[in-house]
């Protein structure tokens, strides 16, 4: 079994390009499910197969612990840390060959506590990647850009998996796409471009950032993706592919 855990901001796209995902793999055969992991989400655009919330409820905690739906929100991410046998077994008993991992709406209640870590290192399976969506609608200025691909590179180093970057909802930023792009694939561009910036604290804080970042957090480009229009989806799982199969060769 090979896992993939998508990751971004609140409303990048995770759940519908999760769904999505699905529908891919098996369209072309394969025993793919979705493993839900935000214990406090109440509309999914996909009916989970395997799901968090039939063992963390938030509203019992609430009622429990006596406490208001934030703070609920953040014990019951911590508590999936402590359920990961049981989710485990469920997905093992449905024994697919891809488990898409949906993470929470509030990425830091996942990826900087506990549950996150805990999955990324002790889920069993084949292989593993991380996919980490940068919102097309956020990415509307080079700082900004910037500023996610440190997201981006924070997670990959707080979660230690195989790492790839890529740019959702791309239907709704077809005129800014090919900048966006542009930005990726040379960061040269994207320092060129930060020298618009007025404010010159916030530019050379820009420039240090992106030649830290650029190695790493930025060294493949971004996968462009639209959920809407399928658009990019054959390049992620080509790219997925590769990832995951050099994963399972470092395994063995
Ligand atoms: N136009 C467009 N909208 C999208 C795309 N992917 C997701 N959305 C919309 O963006 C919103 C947030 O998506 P969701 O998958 O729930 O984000 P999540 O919070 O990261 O799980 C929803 O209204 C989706 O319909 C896309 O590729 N194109
Ligand atoms: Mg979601």
Redesign the pocket.
Known sequence: MYAVLIL??????????ASRLVEWYTSKGANAVTLNLDPGVTDL?YEPDVDVREYVSVEEIMDRYRLGPNGALVLASDLIADRLEDIQRDVDGLNPDYLIV?TP?QLELFAYRASGVMIARELRCDAKASVF?FDSMLVDSPLNMLSIALLATSIRLRLGLAHLNVL?????VRDRLDEIIGYSADPARLEYALQMEKDSELYMLGVSILRGVRRYGLSMGLLA????TYEGMANLAAALARMLREGEDAEQ
Request: aromatic share 0%.
């Open positions: 971004g901001t609140a409303g990048s796209g995770k759940s519908t390009l655009p949906d709406g969506l959702s909802k791309i239907d709704l993706v639209s959920s809407l």
